[in-house]
């Protein structure tokens, strides 16, 4: 197996997917002769044809609009909206439409539609550049939402919301875009996949549970290394689907270690960290040796480049978020 990163993973499940399935197509802003703002779809067009790799205008709710159109037609569309905070003004064909196209037809249609975007901090960009208002999205009924954290995430997960038969917002963390590489077990033809709606347990531990998703899960990692030190030894949650929530998987650990920190890079207020605590408090509450503890971003705008590293949780204040549910 040939180590990648988690943007080059990427690259690798939409080639394979394309190749074995000829209703995959891609679209979205540069994504064919430019291969994508970041480069994750290099290659595809020049490979499959500018039918099936398709550069659009810059009007995110056409190319959203146009790929239910193609999805309940017999196609698999799968859209690049170039970062999270263009995403917008799509809002209206993802909720009104492409999450409910199911329901609405009473099942006589699906609508298997991928859209991939960049979120979160992490390059030091501009406004709308860094958003992680994933929320919005998991409000919504009839619409996954997928965040991978490591390579091998990033490509078994992306062919599984190719697959699926209803529409997937995939979301992947800039910051972790080439931070690492790691091998990822395709098999000999490239067939590799993880069902949607599943959670990984990144570390065992016993004194404390922590749960996360997205470029968080390495922060996560990194405070449990300074934990430790101090013979500490938490359980590392990542979510990787983000909607459905793997329930069964958190409560398991929590009523393992008794303790949950639950950490993630949205803004605080109404975020899925919210949903997680009661959760806990409601189905293992019993079983708490402490309050839930959540580590967040603020309740602000992504700050400009310089103020970045200030804003979202870091392995220092997920430290002092464990040692005070262990001081409880």
Request: aromatic share 8%; proline share 6%.
């Amino acid at each position: 197996m040939v180590k990648t990163t988690l943007l080059e993973a990427i690259n690798k499940a939409l080639h394979y997917e394309m190749g074995r399935d000829s209703s995959v197509v891609m679209l979205g802003e540069d994504v064919g002769k430019e291969g994508g703002v970041f480069r994750a779809t290099e290659g595809l067009q020049q490979k499959y044809g500018a039918e099936r790799v398709v550069d659009t205008p810059l009007a995110e709710a056409g190319i959203v609009g146009s790929a239910i159109g193609m999805a309940i037609n017999g196609l698999r569309p799968v859209c690049e909206i170039q970062f999270f905070g263009f995403i917008y003004p799509a809002m209206n064909q993802i909720i009104n439409h492409a999450s409910r196209m199911r329901t609405r037809s009473r099942g006589l249609y699906t609508c298997p539609l991928v859209i991939r975007t960049p979120y979160g901090i992490g390059i030091k960009a501009l406004e709308h550049h860094s958003e992680s208002t994933e929320s919005y999205f998991i409000h919504t009924p009839g619409l996954k939402v997928v965040i991978p954290s490591t390579a091998s995430d990033a490509y078994g997960l992306l062919v599984s919301a190719i697959r699926d038969p209803d529409p997937v917002l995939f979301l992947e963390p800039t910051k972790l875009y080439r931070a690492f590489k790691e091998e990822v077990p395709i098999d000999k033809s490239g067939e590799y996949t993880i069902p949607l709606g599943k959670a990984r347990t990144m570390q065992e531990g016993m004194d404390c549970t922590l749960i996360s998703w997205g470029a968080m899960v390495k922060e996560c990692e990194k405070a449990a290394e300074l934990l430790a030190k101090e013979e500490i030894f938490p359980e590392i949650i990542d979510l990787r689907t983000v909607s459905p929530i793997d329930t069964d998987a958190i409560l398991k650990s929590v009523k393992k270690t008794g303790r949950a920190v639950v950490v993630q890079e949205a803004p605080r207020t109404l975020g899925l960290s919210s949903e997680i605590s009661a959760l806990i408090m409601e189905k293992a509450m019993m079983d708490l040796q402490a309050p839930v503890i959540r580590v967040t971003s603020f309740d602000i705008v992504p700050p400009l480049p310089k103020a970045e590293h200030y804003y979202a949780p870091d392995p220092y204040r997920i430290y002092r978020g464990v040692k005070k549910v262990l001081e409880y």
